[in-house]
């Protein structure tokens, strides 16, 4: 996608092709009644922004939008029912989860007596640099645990994982509004001869059927969760894995460009309007 702000030169300047593009996707989207979520960095700053605002550490009060901070969370469980299991079962989730909101959202550091490092915890000059709240949370949810595994040798299905996720946030954090931005099963590409194999794909059927119920009724005990994404729409590029590992509900051949619709594509739809119609 290119660019809105120019990277160089006067701040300013906007990318026409960039808003043309943005037009062009966000558009056809809004005729249908679907609400664009966007994401506004992913990783990279443009230094234009850094230089004149601070990045993210401006306070500028004019924006009357709501800003959330993408977690990427691991649910953890104890091997064994020792306490030394249970004491490294807390200290994972202190790394992957919990001193990121507890310094951003508290403004107090995640005091934890078996963390491992001093740079764990938030100084207070860092958590007073930070807005008073974070106005969304969300969760780019992982499950760690022993249980059905998927086309990616460390996750798993564990349908339990994200229940028990929500809850942790939910509890620790005063119910925070949550998004759930990445849920999705991997298939791996070996073994695979045509597309249409790759079509008919029952594992992430009952993968989502799993988690959505999960999701569901986290929402009916309390759970401020305001949204739920599937990784992914479409077969994308994979990072180190490229296209041998596939999340989307619609096959993409690389050569051709052409779009089928994944047997999961077709539950969710249906999914999707029965949620619709129960309104």
């Known amino acids: 996608m290119p660019r809105l702000p120019k990277t160089e030169g006067r701040f300013s300047e906007v990318n026409q092709l960039g808003i043309e593009f943005c037009n062009k996707l966000i558009d056809p989207l809004l005729l249908k009644g679907i609400e664009p979520f966007v994401t506004l960095s992913h990783y990279d700053i443009p230094q234009e922004l850094e230089d004149r605002y601070g990045a993210w550490l401006s306070a500028e009060s ?122 999705g099963y991997p298939q791996v590409g070996e073994g695979y001869t045509n597309s249409e194999e790759w079509l008919d794909d029952q594992a992430r059927i009952q993968y989502l059927d799993g988690y959505l119920t999960k999701v569901a009724k986290v929402i009916r005990d309390g759970a401020d969760v305001r949204g739920y994404f599937v990784w992914s729409l479409v077969d994308n590029f994979e990072w180190l894995y490229e296209y041998t590992l596939l999340y989307g509900l619609y096959y993409v051949d690389c050569r051709t460009l052409e779009r089928k619709p994944k047997s999961s594509a077709l539950w969710y739809k249906r999914f999707l309007q029965s949620l619709h119609e129960d309104q």
Request: net charge neutral.
């Open 62 to 183: 004019k924006q009357k939008g709501s800003i959330g901070i993408a977690m990427y969370t691991t649910w953890y469980e104890p091997l064994t029912d020792t306490p030394e299991d249970r004491l490294a079962t807390e200290r994972a989730l202190a790394f992957t989860v919990s001193w990121l909101p507890a310094g951003a959202v508290d403004r107090r550091k995640e005091r934890s007596p078996h963390r491992t490092t001093s740079k764990l915890p938030w100084t207070e000059i860092e958590a007073e640099m930070l807005p008073n709240k974070i106005a969304l949370e969300m969760l780019d949810l992982i499950v760690a645990c022993p249980s059905v595994q998927t086309g990616r040798s460390m996750f798993y299905v564990v349908p339990d994982g994200i229940e028990k996720m929500i809850n942790y946030i939910m509890k620790r954090y005063s119910n925070l509004p949550m998004f759930i931005t990445e849920n």
